[in-house]
């Protein structure tokens, strides 16, 4: 069979060949770059050599004599043969609003500038950055989601290390056994490996609060909205163990702000509040001086304090976020970042509702209560960064069918609860989100009585 030939003048031949190379470097990036920690749209193969090369020559047939169609077409088919990841929580939808920003989160740091381990001597939290201080301080004064008079603040690499050195500061260091840390199932999947990866003599992880016995000594984790299901958390215990109240999806585009949060020990960070997990940046608002030294402590021993870079970069994207409600700024390139996130993930919940429970019956998820928003007026149901779903009927691996969809999550026995559940993250990038929603509608059409005998 014979080739017809492109009749086109040189400059367009020209042209075009440039848009076709620029196409492909941009769709074997995304093929490379594109996912959840590194796994994205790599097939699970590829991730699991860690050879990027072969993706490379897989990629190189794409170019194809349609041009720049036959490229988007042929990403689109091939899409349909990768897998998705959205096992972890990676903040990833939030990209596309701060490149809206331009420069108003840009940082520039001279060379001189943050130099020493120490920022403020005169704070219990020696290594903590007035400037972030200030941030958070008056983030939480705007949003209203939590008190801040008479707290300390304590910073730490992420919540994560916070969390460990709550620990650190609530264990008794000479009782005859270590204290036991629970939290009401299904519990964050961390929360057992990081207690008892260093299989401290000082504290010890002893699973569902609901089961625990009140009348030996505890730390409860309460964290509201909960991560996986969403649910919004009291303590459970009731007895007179420790509480930590980790608030890390209190923010008004998760949950309505409905009331001021005063607890003992309060954990927040950085990625789920703007999605800058990169950043490794927690705080902690603690009552207690002493336990706020404590804590100080702990990561003045393991870290010999938090990076500077990562607390004056933070404090300015939470001073924008601020700027865009108090100084009333002009939003026509850009809505307020907490409007953004409250549409965007009030969306996809809108989609995976419609998707999951749709045609078939072999998903349902949970009901969330309406309440609210005082700072920002909505009436809203909690929308969560996780959605807890539930495969229905005779599936009890839920993890491993939606695998077998190439679709990947984690499974509920990683949060203490049935494996007829997984979690799925809802903050992925928009591309792996709408692919996966495309695809749970038709797992449930295939299900659909409309499709069987």
């Not at 509480?243 to 998760?254: N, S």
């Not at 997984?422 to 996966?436: C, K, L, P, T």
Request: with cysteine.
């Amino acid at each position: 069979m014979k080739h017809r030939k492109l009749c086109l003048p040189a400059v367009a031949m020209k042209h075009l060949l440039a848009v076709s190379v620029a196409l492909n470097v941009a769709l074997v990036l995304k093929l490379m770059h594109g996912g959840d920690e590194g796994v994205g749209w790599l097939k699970v193969e590829e991730t699991l050599a860690g050879t990027p090369k072969r993706a490379l020559q897989e990629m190189s047939s794409v170019v194809s004599s349609g041009g720049a169609n036959g490229v988007q077409n042929n990403f689109e088919s091939g899409l349909q043969e990768l897998y998705i990841n959205l096992d972890h929580g990676d903040p990833t939808m939030y990209e596309s609003y701060w490149k809206q920003t331009g420069d108003k989160t840009t940082v520039v740091l001279s060379g001189w500038r943050s130099i020493s381990y120490f920022s403020d001597t005169r704070n219990l939290c020696w290594f903590l950055e007035p400037d972030f201080a200030n941030a958070a301080t008056r983030l939480h004064n705007l949003v209203g989601n939590a008190a801040t008079e008479n707290y300390h603040i304590v910073v730490g690499t992420g919540s994560t290390q916070l969390y460990q050195a709550v620990l650190y500061a609530q264990s008794p260091p000479n009782t005859p056994e270590p204290i036991s840390v629970v939290s009401a199932t299904p519990f964050y999947s961390q929360y057992p490996l990081t207690t008892d990866c260093l299989k401290s003599g000082l504290h010890k992880w002893e699973g569902d609060a609901n089961k625990f016995d009140k009348n030996r000594p505890y730390i409860e984790l309460v964290v509201s909205p909960n991560n996986p299901d969403g649910s919004i958390r009291q303590a459970v215990v009731n007895g007179t163990g420790v509480l930590v109240h980790d608030l890390a999806y209190y923010w008004p585009q998760y949950t309505p702000i409905s009331y001021r949060a005063d607890n003992d020990i309060m954990l927040f960070t950085v990625s789920k509040c703007t999605g800058h997990a990169g950043t490794r940046l927690g705080w902690a608002l603690v009552k207690d001086e002493e336990i706020a030294k404590k804590m100080t402590k702990f990561i003045e021993i393991v870290s010999i304090g938090v990076s500077k870079e990562s607390q004056l970069r933070a404090a300015k994207i939470l001073d924008v976020i601020s700027d865009g409600y108090e100084k009333k700024e002009s939003h026509e390139e850009n809505e307020p970042f907490f409007e953004f996130g409250y549409k965007e993930i009030g969306r996809r919940w809108r989609q995976l509702r419609a998707a999951a429970t749709g045609n078939g019956k072999l998903f349902s998820l949970p009901d969330f209560p309406t309440g609210k928003c005082n700072f920002s007026g909505h009436e809203f149901e909690t929308q969560p960064a996780f959605a807890w779903m539930e495969c229905k009927g005779e599936r009890d691996d839920c993890e491993g069918f939606l695998r077998e969809h190439k679709i990947l999550t984690r499974g509920g026995k990683h949060f203490g609860s049935s494996s007829k559940y997984v979690r799925v993250s809802m903050i992925g990038r928009e591309e792996h989100f709408n692919e996966f929603i495309r695809r749970l509608s038709v797992i449930n059409s295939l299900d659909s009585p409309l499709t069987k005998d």
